[in-house]
């Protein structure tokens, strides 16, 4: 019943910046963490980023310094500020989500459908 949309992605030149997207639609339910994934061709998926709902943010060795990671509660949206973008960045980028229906009944991790982001000059 809760759907994760992401968007944002694109080609970029190397050294670009890209800004990528993460809403969560549906009704009666609550966000805890929530966080941003990769997977490159012949890569297995890979951690990116994450955020607690207060706001702590979490990054993968690779891109620290790079990337930052935000949200906003009230848009129940989470962003992926991208840049200094490099060939090695490129991938389909996945968003995922803690997810407790409002009557706490059950909780889930949720995923989107993933976006792409192709790094190439």
């Known amino acids: 019943q809760v759907q994760l949309v992401e968007s944002g992605g694109g080609l970029v030149q190397p050294r670009g910046s890209l800004r990528l997207s993460c809403a969560a639609s549906?009704?009666?339910?609550?966000?805890?963490?929530m966080g941003w994934y990769r997977q490159a061709p012949g890569k297995q998926r890979e951690f990116v980023a994450g955020?607690?709902?207060?706001?702590?943010?979490n990054y993968a060795d690779s891109v620290n310094g790079r990337f930052f990671i935000s949200r906003d509660n009230f848009k129940n949206t989470m962003y992926l500020q991208m840049n200094s973008l490099q060939p090695e960045d490129t991938a389909v980028y996945y968003c995922?989500?803690?997810?407790?229906?409002?009557?706490?009944?059950?909780?889930?991790?949720?995923w989107g459908q993933g976006t792409q982001v192709t790094v190439s000059s």
């Open positions: 549906g009704s009666d339910f609550s966000i805890a963490g």
């Open positions: 995922n989500a803690d997810i407790t229906d409002g009557s706490k009944r059950w909780r889930s991790i949720y």
């Open positions: 955020i607690t709902r207060g706001g702590t943010p």
